[in-house]
């Protein structure tokens, strides 16, 4: 930040939110943990280097703070702050109106009727269940039997006019059940592997074959840089009072790269229940193994077939079939990368299959990594 009066700044500290104001510069925090205006607070400008450094207080003393890696959380709104909510549903306000003339401001008492008029006509309450029961199977079937897919079956109508872009191997994505994509990919699969080609790859892996090398490659989440990224103690991102920006903190974590990247990420909070989040918990397994595979395959260095090995050997991004449980996620990995890929060695299928352990171990971050080069290297490049 250079060229600036740092006694023209000013910084406003309530509960979990910081705001910060300089003309032209705005910015806003939103942490885990509280922090507390009482004095301690304080700011430091070094003109030589443009850094402008502040202390913020917590609330409460030696408290590790969480998730000061995570860009795209301290950015958030603060209706998000607290971390996740728990009891019962909660409600996101799209729009609110005011109340039309005479709604507000008045204190008259309106008889509650039970009854419901249609045309001027009282229907009683159970005849009211009745029409509206006729009314609703009157509704064409088609609005009720939308095909829907992707994260958390949120989508549909997507691939209308693109079928025979070779996008998917899913031949008629808007038409087909989940039950007859499963049913379909499983075929596919059954087709497409091919004894000769595994017992080639095999047999090349007994001397110094590209199975061979693939199994014995280290990836980066097993090095032991990788540690930093752990999120258990302070090497993972839990700062305490002493820490620095710097080594091992949260702050050296993300390259520039990738912290733009973050930074473009939308913001919002997904609203899940407990069988919605563990399926999608499947499903970030099912597109881990494809990277973990394509990071050995290529001895880390990806290539133009990498975005195609990503969805190849993804279930739900090549037949939108995601995995219905872990087990099920590793049974389809390993299958389809015995089927698929230039290497369909079995080594090398198990070691990513503990690759994705490895990186799920690690913790959100290391995770996010992953899934920023799949979205950058694997998807963009391939699409």
Partial sequence: ????????????????????????????????????????????????????????????????????????????????AGGPRAGGPMIEVLSSSQAPDGGAGEEEEEEVDDSWACDGVAVDPNERLAMEAEAEQSVPPALFAQVRYGFNDGFWGLFTGLEHEGLLQLPDPESASKAGRRLARQRAEAEAFDPEHYIADWMESRGDGAGRAAEAFVPWWVEPEAELMREDGLAGGAVGDGAACGGASACAVWTDEERDQLLRLPRKELLLSRAEAGAALCGLADVLYGYCYDVRATDGEHNCESGWTVRALSSQLSWLDPPVSPADAARTSI?????????????????????????????????????????????????
């Fill in 1 to 80: 930040m250079p060229h600036l009066r740092a006694e023209d700044g000013e910084f406003y500290v309530e509960g979990n939110e910081f705001k910060f104001h300089l003309r032209p510069y705005f910015l806003r925090l939103t942490f885990r943990q509280r922090l507390v205006e009482d004095g301690r607070e304080g700011a430091s400008y070094d003109a030589g280097s443009g850094l402008l450094s502040i202390r913020l207080p917590k609330e409460v003393p030696g408290e590790p703070f969480t998730g000061l890696s995570m860009l795209s959380e301290l950015l958030r709104t603060p209706s998000g």
């Fill in 335 to 383: 299958r389809r990368a015995l089927c698929y890929p230039l290497i369909r060695h079995w080594g090398v299928a198990v070691a990513a299959l503990r690759d994705v352990v490895a990186l799920l171990r690690l913790g959100r971050r290391a995770v996010l990594r992953a899934l920023l080069k799949v979205r950058t290297r694997g998807w963009v490049e391939g699409s």
